[in-house]
């Protein structure tokens, strides 16, 4: 079975970081798609990073420079990295995964068969 586990959302100050974990089960995220979305009230779901198997990223122009994808074979966890946070990245935020889809990594959630259940971000002062 398929599962995806995130981690790590919070609350923090305009400015301030957070690092997002996402631990798979029943398959091997080396050999996968990632992909880190997030959904704000009221809003659809949108794509913010992902990454390939071979460690290509890829960055919406909202994140590009504040935050970085990125994964752990040993722990079959990957991780978003997020700095420089601001209000409007106020979402709950998911990790998804295509198994096997080792070429390419896609912003669009049609890839990604495996999903986590979301984890709450909110950026306020």
């Known amino acids: 079975q398929l599962q995806l586990v995130e981690s790590g959302g919070g609350q923090v100050p305009p400015g301030g970081s957070l690092t997002l974990s996402c631990a798979a089960s029943g398959f091997g995220l080396a050999y996968s798609a990632i992909g880190w979305f997030r959904q704000a009230p009221g809003k659809e779901r949108e794509g913010v990073s992902c990454?390939?198997?071979?460690?290509?990223?890829i960055y919406s122009d909202d994140v590009k420079g504040r935050f970085t994808v990125s994964r752990e074979g040993a722990k079959n966890t990957a991780y978003l990295q997020m700095k420089s946070l601001r209000p409007e990245d106020t979402a709950v935020y998911y990790c998804?995964?295509?198994?096997?889809?080792?070429?390419?990594?896609?912003?669009?959630?049609?890839?990604?068969?495996?999903w986590g259940q979301g984890t709450q971000v909110a950026v306020s002062s």
């Open positions: 998804a995964a295509a198994p096997d889809v080792r070429l390419f990594c896609s912003l669009a959630t049609d890839l990604y068969k495996a």
């Open positions: 990454i390939t198997s071979s460690g290509s990223e």
